[in-house]
Each structure stands twice: as C-alpha cells, then as structure tokens.
T-cell receptor, first 111, second 115 residues
Framework: GDSVTQMEGPVTLSEEAFLTINCTYT??????LFWYVQYPGEGLQLLLK?????DKGSNKGFEATYRKETTSFHLEKGSVQVSDSAVYFC??????????FGTGTSLTVIP | DTAVSQTPKYLVTQMGNDKSIKCEQN?????MYWYKQDSKKFLKIMFS???????INETVPNRFSPKSPDKAHLNLHINSLELGDSAVYFC??????????????FGNGTRLTVT
C-alpha cells in the first residue's frame, strides 16, 4: 500500500544552519507530494507541493524536489530561523481523497 | 475569512460523557475529513466524506459517529468518552474531485481531554 517514511526527530539546529528533513515514499500510482508545517497550537498548513517527477516545490525559503528514481521528496532550507521551529509532515496523495502522512519531524531552531 | 473552522478549540470532559465537535469549511470543497493526532504528533485518518457520502471509515470505535448535514459541514459525535480518546482532533477539507493535486486544508484543531 501507499506510505510515507520521514526521518525521526527531534532535530535541533542553530539559527542560519542548513536544514534537511528526509522523506521517502511508496505508492502504486503517480502521487502528488506535499510538505505540511504545524506550528505550536495550530493546525497543519501546506508548505509546498510537487505533482510530477522532477518538479520542485518551494515556499518561504524551503524547497523539495520530487525524485521518482529514488522515491524521495526531501525538504531543505539553506538558512533556518527561530520562527521555523515547528513540526514538519511529508504526505502523498494518489487519488485526491486519500492522503498518507509521515510521522512528523519536530524542528527546534535555537538563536 | 477562516477557511476551515472547528469548535470548540478546547474540550475537557469526564469519562462516560457524550460530546460533539463541529466543523465548517467555506472553501467550496467537496471532501471533508476527521483526523486524530496523538501526543507524539502522529496523524491518523478517521473518516472522510465526499458530497455528504462516507468514503473513508478507518478502524475507529463505533462510539465515534460523523455527521455531514451538507458538504460544507462535518461534525464528529463521540459517545461514552474514554481516557484514550484524549487527543487533538483535526477537521480538514480538499477539492477531491480535482484529483491528487488538491491539497488538504486543516482547521486549528480541538484539544480533547478526558478525565
């Protein structure tokens, strides 16, 4: 079945450090891939998405590239800020009605 | 102009009680969902409705009953609450008819505490 595996946290980085959160997927069809961010006390917000192989999603300095050959969608940011502290979720959808989420990765950025 | 709104934000109740959580979306989406998030942030799909029809019904105790009076609303009623029901419950919506490219939009969650 379809599934998403993302690196376990928690991740702690100093401000301006480089961030990578790994995400790999298994899907029977051609999924769309998403990264969601959850700030403390809030719901999940769409951070970025990619709908086909080699697409790059980007938003707020975050990027992720849809790699079909490695079935991956790793999240990266060149220079993190304290305000990026949150939980990040990788997700996929193959039908539009069913979404599969990773377990979430908690990121803490310290000044 | 809140897109997906759910009430209440906090719900504290005793074991054995019955409670409801309401959800409304003003995005014109045709599919709505309930997710449960545990203390480790793990998200579990509970139910999904498309145009008021139940399309996903995961292994959830039958004490949980969703109700969709119209495609903009999906409420969750929980009977005989148990300690293990304590969690954050998220409502979400998507334009499922547009296929796999349509993302989920989440409400801000309802934190349920059962004592």
């Amino acid at each position: 079945g379809d599934s998403v595996t993302q690196m376990e946290g928690p991740v702690t980085l100093s401000e301006e450090a480089f961030l990578t959160i790994n995400c790999t997927y298994t899907a029977t069809g051609y999924p769309s891939l998403f990264w969601y961010v959850q700030y403390p006390g809030e719901g999940l917000q769409l951070l970025l998405k990619a709908t086909k192989a080699d697409d790059k999603g980007s938003n707020k300095g975050f990027e992720a590239t849809y790699r079909k050959e490695t079935t991956s969608f790793h999240l990266e940011k060149g220079s993190v800020q304290v305000s990026d502290s949150a939980v990040y979720f990788c997700a996929l959808s193959t039908t539009g009605n069913q979404f599969y989420f990773g377990t979430g990765t908690s990121l803490t950025v310290i000044p | 102009d809140t897109a997906v709104s759910q009430t209440p934000k906090y719900l504290v109740t005793q074991m054995g009680n019955d409670k409801s959580i309401k959800c409304e979306q003003n995005l014109g989406h045709d599919t709505m969902y309930w997710y449960k998030q545990d203390s480790k942030k793990f998200l579990k799909i509970m139910f999904s409705y498309n145009n008021k029809e139940l399309i996903i019904n995961e292994t959830v105790p039958n004490r949980f009953s969703p109700k969709s009076p119209d495609k903009a609303h999906l409420n969750l009623h929980i009977n005989s609450l148990e300690l293990g029901d304590s969690a954050v419950y998220f409502c979400a919506s998507s334009q499922g008819g547009q296929g796999r490219n349509s993302p989920l939009h989440f409400g801000n969650g309802t934190r349920l505490t059962v004592t």
